[in-house]
């Protein structure tokens, strides 16, 4: 098999032009989604009978939670690649990944709170979701910490990989853990096996919305990576031709 | 006996025998432990039924924090010294030889903590009867912890005031190791069966024993390059 496709994903002119050209085939699509999700959620579907208007805020809240977990699994894949190929641009794309995953945690975190506190009446419990979104930040405030605290750039890279990787193995065991204790979070009401328990006019801005933040978090990192791989040629030459143009 | 078995005992014969030259450094830990949880009832109230309900949450939150004392010297002098560089370059597998220094390190850490963990619990009004139960929890449980911490540590290596770091890279991974030890012993001072949180505790140090060393030497020779 020619794998001369994938050994070009390793030089950094050629990923730099093609993140360049791929961002706006996401950023474009991802605005329009979000924008139709948040219309149909917010204006379109039908308020809750129990929780109201308040369950509105689920249209940002789950795909940020669902993005905090898919950033940190392409956050270890790249990093994987990075340190098994020695790819330099996977370990930029490893890098580009963890603020955003870390933000996306955030705003699972803050938009839950918001929601919390007139649903259960209370900005935060110790409910076991929670607590692992929480523990993740703290897994990503890790890496970021521990990739900046090593001078030498390709050291911080193949370091921080292997947290991540070792990072990828506990997320499960975490989520497991913490899911010992009495759960008070809604039960999923996407992810069901069957028929999803909420109606149509409910889901499908949800669906859009999750399908908007995906392109958005992909159109972030080409953006981030795209940045990150020129702060790290900054001293070849083809970095120079692109900025003098 | 085989040469990586004979390897081994070397690595763990010459950390114990170093360990036991410098006493001071390996009290420290377990002194930490003392005092911490001594602050406990000063701080809460000295009636015993209060101090008994905090006791898991105490004991565990304890020896975390002083297995963190430890785990930062685990690699530290070694490092600095070049001893682990003739680890890297003298043909055995790293992984081998750090899963042994790891056991060593469990011996002079995770062990003397368990076995003094009983003292500080008498101190937090538990009844002797549980004494049995918490050695047996805090021992598997630092098993776990100390493979974890030689990820963490390798991880660290040559890092100016890594110390803060090397919390904020453990102790996220850790809470799963908090969270069925601290149940464990709960339970070992309610008097209810613990089988259920110290087989997560056992399937986890199984699962450090199987994974942590691979990793720890990864980080290691990162660190070294």
């Known amino acids: 098999m020619d794998w001369t496709w994938f050994h070009r994903f390793g030089s950094p ?7 360049g050209k791929l961002t706006p085939w996401f950023a474009w699509p991802a605005a329009l989604l979000i924008l139709a999700g948040l219309y149909g959620g917010l204006a379109l579907a039908p308020p809750d009978y129990q929780q109201g208007d308040g369950f509105r805020i689920i249209y940002v809240h789950a795909p940020s939670a669902w993005l905090s977990l898919m950033a940190y699994t392409w956050m270890a894949a790249a990093a994987a690649i990075g340190l098994v190929w020695r790819m330099k641009v996977a370990h930029a794309v490893a890098a580009s990944c963890a603020p955003i995953g870390a933000w996306f945690t955030v705003a699972a975190l803050c938009t839950g709170m918001l929601w919390g506190k007139p649903m259960w009446g209370t900005y935060w419990v110790w409910d076991p979701r929670l607590t692992a979104e929480l523990v993740l930040l703290f897994l990503y405030l890790g890496y970021i910490g521990l990739r900046s605290a090593i001078e030498d ?3 911080a890279d193949r370091a921080s990989a292997v947290l991540a990787i070792v990072g990828v193995v506990n997320v499960p065991i975490v989520r497991y853990s913490v899911e010992w204790w009495n759960s008070i979070h809604q039960a999923p009401s996407v992810m069901k096996f069957g028929k999803p ?6 889901l499908t801005p949800l669906l859009i919305m999750f399908v908007g933040f995906t392109l958005l978090f992909v159109a972030l990192m080409l953006v981030r990576a795209r940045g990150e791989i020129l702060r790290r040629e900054r001293q070849s030459r083809w970095v120079s031709e692109v900025v003098a143009q | 006996m085989s040469d990586a078995w004979q390897a081994a005992k070397l690595v763990i014969e010459r950390d114990l025998r170093l360990a036991f030259r410098n006493r001071g450094q390996l009290l420290h830990p377990l002194l930490f432990f003392a005092i911490v949880t001594t602050l406990f009832p000063l701080a809460l109230s000295p009636e015993p039924s209060r101090l008994r309900d905090v006791a898991p949450a105490v004991l565990w939150v304890g020896a975390l924090l002083s297995s963190l ?6 690699f530290r002098e070694d490092a600095q010294d070049g001893t682990l560089e003739q680890y890297a370059l003298s043909g055995r597998s790293l992984t081998w030889l750090l899963f042994a220094k790891t056991v060593s390190h469990w011996l002079l850490a995770g062990l003397p903590l368990a076995l003094m963990s009983p003292v500080a619990a008498y101190g ?3 009844s002797p009867d549980a004494m049995p139960g918490i050695i047996g929890s805090v021992a598997l449980g630092t098993i776990a912890l100390s493979l974890l911490g030689a990820v ?4 660290t290596i040559g890092i100016k005031r890594g110390g803060a770091l090397l919390s904020l890279l453990t102790l996220p991974l850790a809470v799963p190791l908090l969270i069925f030890g601290a149940q464990a012993t709960a339970r070992a001072i309610e008097g209810g069966n613990m089988a259920a949180p110290m087989y997560f505790l056992g399937a986890f140090a199984v699962l450090g024993i199987t994974l942590a060393p691979l990793a720890a030497a990864a980080a290691v020779r990162i660190s070294m390059e």
């Not at chain 2, 004392?69 to 685990?74: D, T, V």
């Open chain 2, 69 to 74: 004392l430890a785990i930062e010297f685990l």
């Open chain 2, 124 to 126: 937090l009004a538990v």
């Open chain 1, 13 to 19: 002119p050629h990923l730099y032009g093609l993140a």
């Open chain 1, 153 to 155: 750039p390709q050291r």
């Open chain 1, 197 to 202: 328990s909420i109606s149509w006019p409910m």
């Open chain 2, 152 to 155: 963490s540590a390798g991880l």
